[in-house]
């Protein structure tokens, strides 16, 4: 008896063929090996009582088939459309999207930050990023905003100190020409955080978070002013 894909000669009572590896049909009541394919190799007929899966290349036309289906269908786009409708973003407002710090001149957020170890009165200095995303039309509108950014002390329970180095609060327009803005509608600005080596030292094995808010209008021009976003970074470790 041959292998019938290979043809290679099949052992009495192999199971598998030595060269391709085949799964061979148990021997029938006769001896012979039988002809026919393994049943772990036979297509394994859909049973119609069963759910669709959603990858199958068939499943738009059996849900298009059946009418009870249709209702279904129908709720879960407009699902979709208001799920699509709350997450646009409006054309006459920003965006956070990532407030994270670094280490000075870094490239990539860091989460554990030294500022242990300088000498004399040298000052130790770390860096928070801003990144934000303008809406399309904020470009000619010219809306100031109040960036503000504050360091909680999670330690010890209140604003980090000294709030010189912590807090910081600036306008920007996200237009091509006024604010900080360094690539108009994508923004990013690096804010240095300076701390003398009496500072540092005080904040060493302190975790802290930082909270970036826009506000717009900016407060005491005779407008109520709005939180627009605000965002969180991850928690990070002084060292």
């Not at 199971?15 to 394919?37: E, Q, T, V, Y």
């Not at 240095?192 to 005491?220: F, K, N």
Request: hydrophobic residues 40%.
């Amino acid at each position: 008896m041959n292998c019938r894909r290979c043809k290679t000669p099949l052992r009495p009572q192999a199971r598998f063929c030595r060269k391709c590896g085949l799964l061979i049909a148990p021997a029938s009541s006769n001896g012979n090996i039988a002809d026919n394919p393994s049943p772990l190799h036979e297509p394994v007929a859909r049973n119609p009582a069963l759910p669709v899966s959603p990858t199958d290349p068939s499943a738009s036309r059996q849900i298009a088939q059946t009418p009870q289906s249709q209702p279904q269908l129908q709720s879960a786009l407009q699902n979709l459309a208001l799920v699509q409708r709350s997450s646009a973003m409006n054309a006459n407002n920003a965006k956070l999207v990532s407030v994270y710090t670094q280490e000075v001149h870094g490239n990539i957020p860091s989460f554990c930050l030294r500022v242990s170890g300088t000498v004399d009165e040298e000052s130790t200095l770390l860096e928070v990023v801003v990144e934000a995303r303008a809406g399309w039309v904020l470009g000619n509108s010219g809306a100031p905003y109040v960036l503000s950014l504050v360091a909680f002390d999670i330690t010890l329970g209140h604003n980090a100190e000294p709030c010189t180095a912590f807090m910081r609060a600036v306008v920007e327009n996200f237009t091509n020409s006024t604010g900080n803005s360094s690539q108009w509608p994508e923004y990013r600005s690096v804010f240095p955080v300076i701390l003398t080596r009496t500072q540092a030292d005080a904040l060493v094995g302190h975790v802290l978070q930082y909270t970036a808010t826009l506000i717009s209008p900016p407060p005491g021009n005779g407008d109520s002013a709005n939180v627009v976003t605000f965002l969180r970074s991850e928690p990070f470790i002084l060292i």
